[in-house]
């Protein structure tokens, strides 16, 4: 069970050039960090310790910190990182302060040779819930090349790696359409994902629940599922019903202001352990 998770302050949050269709409206600086305050404060009352890496000027997505690394342990080779290559070169500075942090604290850097691929860290590459594999989305930001040369990685360290191709742009990275709650159960926008795809998702969990398209586009599906908890932006009669089914109890915060900026609960942490 995950136990820590490193968040960055929105000190220099913003809305800029448009890098999904949710972008466009500003954002209100002052309610953003009041509402990232109540989000730590609810991942500590949800059990998690949470870390803090420094924010950098200029970095107005660094607060999403979902995206720079993709985290991982295996018995030979300890706590690691994969640096992302991330599309859009206004974000691919924040990279190298993830990996510094990372380094700092003894874990071990995994460089892909991503070339001209793109990989987006854990906004299209989540863990199932007890670490067998890796689900993997392509297609928007991630591209299939990127989670190709990721897969072969993680294979040396023999974990399995599901390529999921996306196909709903509002669905840009698979953690806005993808929640797994626990081992055996995920809500997923079935709208979001190629055939092929849902089948493989299909088989990999017993229980796989349905959101609608408007309560994806809504981040219900970019909560955080921690402790017998369910972290959430909302909650609608529909996903109330799948969390009783699991077992979890929801704890909602509000992101209005991230949201603005096409992330939520999920996009604004990482797990470290
Ligand atoms: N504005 C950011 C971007 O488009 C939002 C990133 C949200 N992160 C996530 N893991 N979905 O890059």
Redesign the pocket.
């Known amino acids: 069970m995950p136990k820590t998770v490193l968040m960055c302050p929105p000190t220099f949050f913003d ?1 800029r050039e ?3 269709p ?2 466009g409206l500003a954002i209100d600086r002052v309610l953003a960090q009041h509402q990232w305050e109540n989000l730590c404060g609810a991942m500590r009352e949800s059990g998690l310790k949470v870390e803090f890496i420094d924010p950098v000027q200029d970095l ?2 660094m607060v ?1 910190a ?2 720079q690394v993709f985290v991982g342990e295996h018995p030979s080779v300890g706590k690691f990182i994969v640096p992302s290559r ?3 070169p206004s ?1 691919q500075r924040e990279v190298a302060f993830y990996v510094e942090w990372f380094r700092r604290r003894g874990y071990r850097v995994i460089e892909l040779d991503l070339n001209r691929e793109y990989l ?5 590459l989540l863990w199932h819930p007890d670490h067998s594999r890796v689900w993997a989305g392509y297609g928007f ?1 991630s591209t299939r090349g990127g989670v190709e040369r990721f897969a072969t990685a993680m294979d040396k360290l023999s974990f399995p790696v599901v390529p999921l191709g996306l196909v709903d742009k509002h669905c ?5 359409c993808f929640c797994p709650l626990n081992e055996a159960a995920v809500m997923i926008y079935p709208g979001a994902f190629a055939a092929a795809s849902l089948d493989a998702i299909c088989s990999g969990f017993k229980r796989v629940h349905h959101l609608s398209r408007d309560e994806a586009l809504q981040f219900m599906g ?1 909560g955080v599922a921690v402790n017998g908890r369910f972290i959430t932006p909302r909650l609608t009669p529909n996903v109330s019903h799948i969390l009783v089914k699991e077992g979890l109890t929801p704890f909602v915060v509000d992101t209005s202001e ?1 949201e603005k ?4 609960v ?3 942490k990482t797990f470290i352990d």
Not at 261 to 264: E, I, K, R, V, Y
């Open positions: 809305v448009p890098k999904n949710h972008m107005d997505d999403f979902a995206n991330m599309r859009y974000r987006e860290g854990h906004g299209d930001r840009y990275h698979l953690d806005t970019n991230f900026s096409g992330g939520s999920f996009c604004m």
